[in-house]
């Protein structure tokens, strides 16, 4: 499957934390780099965090620093969106996708990522 597979979305109270994995199947992580990224409703899509082949993290959102950790397992073919002291304002569509390259962007764009995946619903609401 060439479309990364999303999934550990859900309702979780303000506070709590949720673990969102990323299978990507038909890549090798060891060459390609990959986002997080979401959408609130009514919204246009925010860049999350991004980590590369080599394990270097780019952060694409402030208002996550701290509270949010990626990580990837090479072996499983996987990434991981730990996300932790979650609030309201991250109620969205968190989706993962490949960039065709094994470093990360500097900035954010939809553009500099290929294969997106479907989404998984996060709901942060008390």
């Known amino acids: 499957q060439l479309q990364p597979v999303e999934s550990g979305g859900g309702l979780v109270h303000p506070g709590g934390s949720l673990r969102l994995s990323c299978e990507a199947s038909a890549y090798r992580l060891d060459y390609y780099s990959i986002g997080w990224f979401r959408q609130a409703p009514g919204k246009e899509h925010e860049g999350v965090i991004c980590?590369?082949?080599?394990?270097?993290?780019?952060n694409y959102a402030d208002s996550v620093k701290g509270r949010f950790t990626i990580s990837s397992d090479h072996t499983q073919n996987t990434v991981y969106l730990q996300m932790n002291s979650l609030n309201v304002e991250d109620t969205g569509v968190y989706y993962c996708?490949?960039?065709?390259?094994?470093?990360?962007?500097?900035?954010?764009?939809?553009?500099?990522?290929?294969?997106w995946g479907q989404g998984t619903q996060v709901t942060v609401s008390s």
């Open positions: 980590i590369s082949s080599d394990g270097r993290v780019t």
């Open positions: 996708a490949v960039r065709g390259f094994d470093t990360c962007p500097s900035t954010f764009e939809k553009s500099f990522f290929g294969s």
